[in-house]
């Protein structure tokens, strides 16, 4: 109903192939390109990307839980969507992106069997592949029990012998209960800064369909509710590890305008872009309720909105400019 979903394949990739040139222009040198699609068309979106974009700057293509329940009418269920990722300057975007906050199964892996007063701790292993290993990373540990170790076959230590005395005198090695074991290195939950994001994105950590219709059904009657939404906490993970509070969001497919709804929540400057009439039905409205702290669903718990800023609407006007009999163009 909001979109032509027939469009004939060659037909659907030349006018992507417009889009994202003048996208990619418009991206900032330190700036990320994120694109959701489906099953159907990633193959051929994705070769369009890399002919546009190159194939350097490529990232990862993330693979989202869209649904949580079987459908038997189905050959094979089809539950996933994904989020391609690409960066003017992958180096950059490695060093600047946000990391994701530990969730709370990541978080039981630590544990204080020792009462620490530092808080939840876990091991680390200190051997390491000895492909390029130094003379100093060889050498023998010896255990409060008096038993020895070497690295095994293939490998050394991950410190030099002074680095892991240093460690151990800060009480940072650990040989087990009973003080007989494998030294590993004890590292504290109070010292994560947070999770490297990965390319699966289960339904539990970033929502999914059925997450997103509840959203627009709180927003919007049943007869105006979109087609295909998004659900915020989607949108919030890409934010999040992309940008920063004042970076600007532009969303040229803006849709339901859960891109600009999230964006604002979050303290970013956003752009959309809608050609349908999805700006007077959808997005002008949603935006009036998540500014006036009348919007209590998506991420607005999560983040603590309460409502405040505004925005500017535009109305692309006709072009100015023409072709002359000469085939000039000409204002």
Same mark, same amino acid.
């Given at each position: 109903?909001?979109?032509?979903?027939?469009?004939?394949?060659?037909?659907?990739?030349?006018?992507?192939?417009?889009?994202?040139? /003048?996208?990619?222009?418009?991206?900032?040198?330190?700036?990320?390109?994120?694109?959701?699609?489906?099953?159907?068309?990633?193959?051929?979106?994705?070769?369009?990307?890399?002919?546009?974009?190159?194939?350097?700057?490529?990232?990862?293509?993330?693979?989202?839980?869209?649904?949580?329940?079987?459908?038997?009418?189905?050959?094979? *269920?089809? %539950?996933?969507?994904?989020?391609?990722?690409?960066?003017? !300057?992958?180096?950059?975007?490695?060093? !600047?992106?946000?990391?994701?906050?530990?969730?709370?199964?990541?978080?039981?892996?630590? #544990?204080?069997?020792?009462?620490?007063?530092?808080?939840?701790?876990?091991?680390?292993?200190?051997?390491?592949?000895?492909? $390029?290993?130094?003379?100093?990373?060889?050498?023998? /540990?010896?255990?409060?029990?008096?038993?020895?170790?070497?690295?095994?076959? *293939?490998?050394?230590?991950?410190?030099?012998?002074?680095?892991? =005395?240093?460690?151990?005198?800060?009480?940072?090695?650990?040989?087990? #209960?009973? *003080?007989?074991?494998?030294?590993?290195?004890?590292?504290?939950? !109070?010292?994560?800064?947070?999770?490297?994001?990965?390319?699966?994105?289960?339904?539990?950590?970033?929502?999914?369909?059925?997450?997103?219709?509840?959203?627009?059904?709180?927003?919007?009657?049943? =007869?105006?509710?979109?087609?295909?939404?998004?659900?915020?906490?989607?949108?919030?993970? /890409?934010?999040?590890?992309?940008?920063?509070?004042?970076?600007?969001?532009?969303?040229?497919?803006?849709?339901?305008?859960?891109?600009?709804?999230?964006?604002? #929540?979050?303290?970013?400057?956003?752009?959309?872009?809608?050609?349908?009439? $999805?700006?007077?039905? $959808?997005?002008?409205?949603?935006?009036?309720? %998540? /500014?006036?702290?009348?919007?209590?669903?998506?991420?607005?718990?999560? %983040?603590?909105?309460?409502?405040?800023?505004?925005?500017?609407?535009?109305?692309?006007?006709?072009?100015?400019?023409?072709?002359?009999?000469?085939?000039?163009?000409?204002?």
């Amino acid at each position: 109903e909001h979109y032509d979903d027939g469009v004939e394949h060659s037909i659907w990739l030349s006018l992507m192939r417009e889009r994202l040139e /003048i996208l990619w222009r418009l991206l900032a040198s330190d700036g990320s390109f994120w694109v959701s699609i489906d099953d159907y068309e990633m193959p051929y979106l994705r070769v369009l990307l890399d002919e546009v974009f190159g194939r350097k700057h490529f990232l990862a293509t993330n693979v989202w839980q869209k649904r949580y329940s079987r459908e038997n009418r189905e050959a094979i *269920g089809d %539950v996933h969507e994904y989020i391609v990722l690409y960066a003017k !300057s992958p180096d950059t975007f490695k060093e !600047s992106r946000n990391l994701l906050p530990l969730t709370e199964g990541q978080k039981k892996v630590y #544990k204080n069997p020792t009462g620490d007063p530092k808080g939840p701790w876990r091991t680390i292993p200190i051997t390491a592949q000895a492909g $390029h290993a130094t003379k100093a990373q060889f050498y023998t /540990i010896t255990a409060p029990s008096g038993k020895t170790f070497d690295p095994p076959l *293939g490998n050394c230590w991950r410190y030099s012998k002074d680095a892991f =005395e240093r460690l151990e005198s800060e009480g940072r090695i650990y040989f087990g #209960k009973d *003080g007989n074991g494998q030294p590993t290195t004890i590292r504290y939950l !109070s010292e994560v800064p947070g999770a490297v994001p990965w390319t699966w994105w289960p339904h539990e950590e970033v929502g999914n369909t059925d997450e997103s219709k509840k959203e627009m059904l709180s927003l919007f009657p049943k =007869e105006e509710l979109f087609d295909t939404p998004k659900p915020e906490r989607l949108v919030k993970r /890409i934010i999040h590890i992309a940008t920063n509070p004042g970076d600007w969001v532009l969303d040229s497919f803006g849709g339901s305008g859960t891109t600009a709804a999230v964006a604002h #929540k979050m303290g970013r400057r956003w752009i959309m872009v809608e050609l349908g009439e $999805h700006c007077h039905t $959808h997005i002008i409205p949603r935006l009036k309720k %998540v /500014i006036d702290g009348m919007d209590p669903g998506g991420i607005t718990e999560a %983040v603590g909105w309460k409502g405040g800023g505004g925005f500017r609407y535009y109305r692309l006007a006709p072009s100015l400019l023409e072709k002359d009999k000469w085939g000039q163009w000409v204002i």
